[in-house]
C-alpha cells in the first residue's frame, strides 16, 4: 500500500476555514450587535467559496469538478451501490460526495447574497446602492432563513456521509482531508 497525495493544500485550507467561517457565521446569525462579525464571516466565506470555484477549473487532478461532478442519478445508484456494499472505491469524492459539494458550494453563495440584500433594504452594505435595495426584506429574511437551515441540513448529512464511508472504505477521511494523504489499494478504482 503506498500513500498518494489527492487533496492539496489549498482544498484543504479552503476547507476548515469554510468550517471556521461558516460556524462563526452561523452561530452570529440574527443577532444585531453580531451583524459586523456575521456579515464579515459572509464575505470571507464567499471570497473562500469563489476561490475554489476558480480552482475547479484550473487546480490540481482531484480538485477540479471534471473529477467529480456527476448528476442526481450517478449519485443515487452510488448510494445503493454503498448499501448494498458493492460500491467502487474512489481516490477524490465519490459520486454521492460530488454532487454534495455542488450543493453545498450553491447554498453559502444564495446564503450570502440573501445577507447582503437584506441589509442593502435598509441602506447598508455592497448592494446598498443597487435595484437589490427595493427589495421586500420579509421576503429576503425567509430566503436567508431557509438556506441557512437547508445549509445546516446539508451539513449534517455531510458528516453523515464521511463518517459512513470512512467505517465502509476503513479509512479516515477527515485525517485524509487534514494531511490530504489517502493510501491507494491495490485493485481501487480511481476518479479516472
Ligand atoms: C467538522 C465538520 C466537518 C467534517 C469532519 C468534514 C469533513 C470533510 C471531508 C472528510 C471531506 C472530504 C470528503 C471526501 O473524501 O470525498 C470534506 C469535503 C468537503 N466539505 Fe466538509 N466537513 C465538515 C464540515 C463542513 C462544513 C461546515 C462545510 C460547509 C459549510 C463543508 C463543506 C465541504 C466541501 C465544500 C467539501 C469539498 C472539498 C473540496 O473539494 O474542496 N464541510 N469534508
Ligand atoms: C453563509 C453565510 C451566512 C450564514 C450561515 C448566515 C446565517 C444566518 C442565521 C442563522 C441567521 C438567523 C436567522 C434567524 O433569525 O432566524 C441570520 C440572520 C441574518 N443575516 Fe446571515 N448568514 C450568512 C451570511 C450573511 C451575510 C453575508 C449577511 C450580510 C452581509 C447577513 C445578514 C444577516 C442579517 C441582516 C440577518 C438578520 C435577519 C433577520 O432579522 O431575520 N448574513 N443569518
Redesign the pocket.
Known amino acids: 500500500m503506498v500513500d498518494i497525495k489527492v487533496w492539496d493544500i489549498l482544498?484543504r485550507i479552503?476547507?476548515w476555514s469554510?468550517?471556521l467561517f461558516?460556524s462563526i457565521a452561523y452561530i452570529s446569525g440574527g443577532e444585531d450587535e453580531w451583524l459586523s462579525i456575521h456579515s464579515y464571516a459572509g464575505y470571507t466565506i464567499i471570497a473562500i467559496v469563489l476561490l475554489?470555484v476558480l480552482w475547479g477549473f484550473v487546480g490540481t487532478k482531484y480538485?477540479r469538478f471534471s473529477n467529480f461532478v456527476t448528476g442526481p442519478q450517478k449519485a443515487l445508484n452510488y448510494l445503493k451501490e454503498e448499501v448494498s456494499g458493492d460500491a467502487k472505491r474512489y481516490l477524490?469524492?465519490?459520486p454521492a460526495?460530488g454532487l454534495m459539494?455542488i450543493m453545498?458550494?450553491i447554498s453559502?453563495v444564495v446564503t450570502v447574497i440573501s445577507g447582503m440584500a437584506i441589509i442593502a433594504t435598509d441602506g447598508e452594505g455592497p448592494l446598498a446602492t443597487t435595484f437589490i435595495a427595493s427589495f421586500s426584506g420579509d421576503w429576503l429574511e425567509e430566503i436567508h432563513e431557509i438556506f441557512t437551515t437547508l445549509?445546516l441540513l446539508l451539513?449534517l448529512t455531510?458528516?453523515a456521509g464521511?463518517i459512513f464511508?470512512s467505517l465502509l472504505q476503513e479509512e479516515n477521511?477527515?485525517k485524509?482531508?487534514i494531511t490530504g494523504k489517502k493510501q491507494v489499494h491495490k485493485n481501487d478504482g480511481s476518479n479516472e
Open positions: 482544498v479552503f476547507h469554510l468550517v461558516f475554489r480538485a477524490g469524492h465519490n460526495g459539494v453545498l458550494l453559502l445549509i451539513v455531510h458528516i464521511v464511508s477521511l477527515v485524509a482531508m
